[in-house]
């Protein structure tokens, strides 16, 4: 079986770095094609392909600055293609920005007649009038073609049937979960049901993702219900790609591992979607992934770090050490960053829901500046303690997360955002019940490599 190592860096036969953010695929003959973004140096969509899933050949360049005057500059994410049996076309969509700002939120539709050969650009436009940012397309099994977007700032998902010629919109069918703010929506069937996985919307910043299903892609759809950790191991959702072996179906979850401080540092996570019963779908981390395309025969392998490592978020906020890590250094809320292990800590276990802190770098635990009992005092790290100011007790408050309640002082931990992020403790302000946007709510992520 070939091997795909998840959260790494991947390479293609050249020995290049494979750059296809937001992908999309497409299955033809014995080759997987796989279409996505590529920021190193101009901004590109990228094609490769595999026979295996492991070994990526890279094919071309299939759109680039030089395809059209409207692309130049440009932002053009999350391609997506499919191949129109009556017109013998490849055709693509994908999410377009003038290359300034994210103002203009329009979709944007691309031709060719080979599938990784150069794709001719139609235009740009706004569906029916409406924004459309993330997106994805849908062949179903008769043909007909869907598109589905984000659309009022995020805020709806809107689904789109289209043409014949798959070139435009036929009519916008429905809108779904309005006012949820479901972006990275991907697709696809499996027996009598239609599924949809989308993530949230917090950049670049893992979060949980979410799936839904349905008897008919315009039909009532099902409520959402949560995919993987809270984190979705962080990852977003880019695609779902069916592997239909000789043995057996697997439908593969691709997806991104977007860094925020780096987008050269981001990566991919293939991970096979497991199925309880016609409707519950369940997503498992892996470290590895064997899997043989022929059979659809594959093996999860899940390498623990050990001791588990969490990284401790509020409000897309992830607690690290100051500027230095000596004695008494304050402990602060920066952008996620999978290249600094200052984001790092270790959770010690004392008794129930009470635990102890340490950073994974300095070995230092957490604790209010000086013992503190007052509410605004920062919190430091500090050399380990036998006493009650470095332990903290986890006040539940779903979804994973959870309050942070000093033992010594009776206070919570807060993410205190003055334009830099500061943690101390704060008096119980909030209500029980706060969610990833609450900063006095923190996700004890665990660190999945």
Known sequence: MASIKNGLHWYDTAGNTISAHGGGFLQKGEYFYWFGENRHGDKLISCYRSVDLVNWEFCSDVVTQHTHPELNPSNCERPKVIYNEQTGKYVMWLHWENGYHYGEARCAVLVSDTVDGAYSYLRSFRPEGHMSRDCTLFQDDDGTAYFISAANENADLHVYRLTDDYLDIACLEQIL??????????????????????????????????????????????????????????????????????????????????????????????????????????????????????????????????PPRYRICSAVRYLTSGESQSLKS??????????????????????????????????????????????????????????????????DEGKGFVKLQNRHSGLVLALHQNGREHVLIQADLNPRGGGQWNPQSFLLAEVYA
């Open 177 to 306: 979960w309005p006012g949820q703010k479901r972006e990275a929506p991907c697709v696809f069937k499996r027996g009598d049901y239609y599924f949809l996985i989308t993530s949230g919307c917090t950049g670049w910043h893992p979060n949980q993702s979410k799936y839904a299903y349905a008897e008919s892609i315009t039909g009532q759809w099902s409520p959402l219900f949560d995919l993987g950790s809270p984190t979705t191991f962080d990852t977003q959702p880019t695609y779902i790609l069916p592997i239909r072996g000789s043995k057996e179906t697997v439908y593969l979850y691709i997806s991104d591992r977007w860094d925020p401080v780096d987008y050269h540092n981001s990566t991919y996570v293939f991970l096979p979607l497991e199925f309880r019963d016609a409707t519950t779908v369940e997503l498992k981390w892996a470290s590895e992934l064997e899997i043989d395309v022929k059979t659809g025969e594959y093996a999860a392998i899940v390498n623990k770090l050990d």
């Open 330 to 395: 304050k402990v602060t809320g920066r952008n996620l960053s999978y290249k600094d292990e200052n984001q790092l800590w270790l959770v010690e276990n004392i008794d129930g829901d009470i635990i102890r802190l340490q950073h994974y770098v300095s070995g230092r635990y957490l604790e209010p500046e000086n013992g503190s009992l007052d509410a605004g005092a920062a919190v430091v790290l500090a050399d380990r303690e036998d006493h009650l100011k470095q332990e903290w007790i986890k006040l």
